[in-house]
């Protein structure tokens, strides 16, 4: 107990102590986040403005650029003006809001696009029944449930780690606070109220994977039926990307959450933290956006609009 003392902040992982790799780092992040930025948001106008885009797929889509935009916005920007400020430094309650957002954020996607799963599976192998289904009163309470549960997790982590004494170094070994960083910066080696959480997690998300492995079964099933190539091809073309972001999203993700900890800097850490907190919200836009005809010929509306006026 000698060593307990009061943390008033912590220190963020630089990725360089060199100036001239700190900018660039900088600057490789100011265009990633403006890239998402932008993919994002337009994603988000075009459905909010077309009418032609208010159905349930394209619902949950904004929803899912709207958690990307808030996802990738609470780590990036704090770590660009790090990298300029030559600063490294994150207050307590600083640390404390990053990371309970990190975690609704994550909890709230992997929540939603299990729900998107879904839609696809009673779109295609149901499509008789869909709009009986895929009410907006049903899409509307699947999505507040979704963001009910990141709301539930990020407060159940933040109150299960926060609560643990830190009185070792204050260097969080990651570029935004995050879970296994801060758990290597506490002096308790019991972490009951962390470790429960984690398994509650971990057997949700087990759950999310076979809910999405039941859904997915019956739709490769049922588009290799279709008699057309086209037909065939516009199934897929809206269950592919939908399965590669997942993919990226949960493996990362797991790894990073069970991995054993270790007690020196690792470059795959980071790696692995950039391909679930920066890598999804960035692909995301690019995926639906123009692998999509629909969203496509909406964004040429648009532009013709405003030429027009």
Known sequence: MANLTIVTGFLLMGFSTSWELQVLHAILFLLIYLMSLMGNLIIFTL??????????????????????LC??????????????TNSRSISFVGCVLQFFLVILFAASELFLLTVMSYDRYVAICQPLHYEVIMTRGICVRMAA???L?????????????FTLPFCNSKEVHQFF????SLLRLSCSHVHIGVDVTLAIGVAIGILCFISITISYGPIFSTVLKIPTTEGRSKAFSTCIPHLIVLTVFITTSVIVYLKPSQQSDSILDLLLSIFYAVVPPTLNPVIYSLRNKDMKTSLRKLIARKHIS
Do not use: R
């Not at 208010?54 to 619902?59: A, C, D, G, I, T």
């Not at 996802?71 to 300029?84: A, E």
């Not at 549960?149 to 780690?161: D, E, K, N, R």
């Not at 606070?177 to 296994?180: K, Q, S, T």
């Open 47 to 68: 459905i909010s403005l077309d009418e032609h885009l208010h159905s349930p797929m394209y619902f949950f889509l904004k929803n899912l650029s709207f958690l990307d």
């Open 177 to 180: 606070c995050d879970v296994p």
């Open 71 to 84: 996802f990738i916005s609470t780590t990036l920007p704090k770590s660009i003006t790090n990298s300029l």
């Open 149 to 161: 549960f990141g709301i539930l997790f990020g407060t159940l982590y933040s109150a299960s780690t």
């Open 145 to 147: 449930v979704s963001w």
